[in-house]
T-cell receptor, first 119, second 112 residues
């Protein structure tokens, strides 16, 4: 199946610094990618929809100036957590859709996630 | 997006069949039902997707009654490695990218 990678797999940073997380679709092109956040023992929460060549669409309550998303190409989306604080510590997961246009089948592939710890 | 309801947790023993039922009373005509599996500190993994009746693949079966207001994921002969959180999602599957809304999921624990 299609593969989505994330880098780094984990990162520890100091409060106030910025962290960039990369999401890549390795063997398919993705015009749209999604970013989720997951706190311990909780479900995934959609943060934003990343669109290649255009601005990301953020979910209600997600600060677009804090979580910068850049979808630079059809295989790469980046999430930058700016001025990170301890409450931003979480598991960040991206996904991309590899469905075939016009097909009823639609499978979304998830990256392995990035564990962010802000000290 | 249709809201789903699943049991919070389930326990089973190795070798048994496990059935996890999901309620989605407000499912729309164009909605598909998809199940994902998630291990700790990993991204969700697609298990199975269906629209009606029964779908079977190499790892699971999905049973969907005629009214489609619920669905049951069936895992045959579970092993310890099947311990994970299982999510039921419903949403339109048109071939174009779509965002997924995750419910609380079901924590399945397989005991030896």
């Amino acid at each position: 199946g299609a593969v989505v990678s994330q880098h780094p797999s984990w990162v520890i940073c100091k409060s106030g610094t910025s962290v960039k997380i990369e999401c890549r679709s390795l063997d398919f092109q993705a015009t749209t990618m999604f970013w989720y956040r997951q706190f311990p023992k909780q479900s995934l929460m959609l943060m934003a929809t990343s669109n290649e060549g255009s601005k990301a669409t953020y979910e209600q309550g997600v600060e677009k100036d804090k979580f910068l998303i850049n979808h630079a190409s059809l295989t790469l989306s980046t999430l930058t957590v700016t001025s990170a604080h301890p409450e931003d510590s979480s598991f960040y997961i991206c996904s991309a859709n590899a469905g075939v246009s016009g097909s009823a089948y639609n499978e979304q592939f998830f990256g392995p996630g990035t564990r962010l710890t802000v000290l | 997006l249709a809201k789903t309801t699943q049991p919070i947790s389930m326990d089973s023993y190795e070798g048994q069949e496990v059935n996890i039922t999901c309620s989605h009373n407000n499912i729309a005509t164009n909605d598909y039902i998809t199940w994902y599996q998630q291990f700790p500190s990993q991204g969700p993994r697609f298990i199975i997707q269906g629209y009606k009746t029964k779908v079977t693949n190499e790892v699971a079966s999905l049973f969907i009654p005629a009214d489609r207001k619920s669905s049951t994921l069936s895992l045959p002969r579970v092993s310890l490695s099947d311990t994970a959180v299982y999510y039921c999602l419903v949403g339109e599957s048109s071939g174009s990218a779509r965002q997924l809304t995750f419910g609380s999921g079901t924590q399945l624990t397989v005991l030896p």
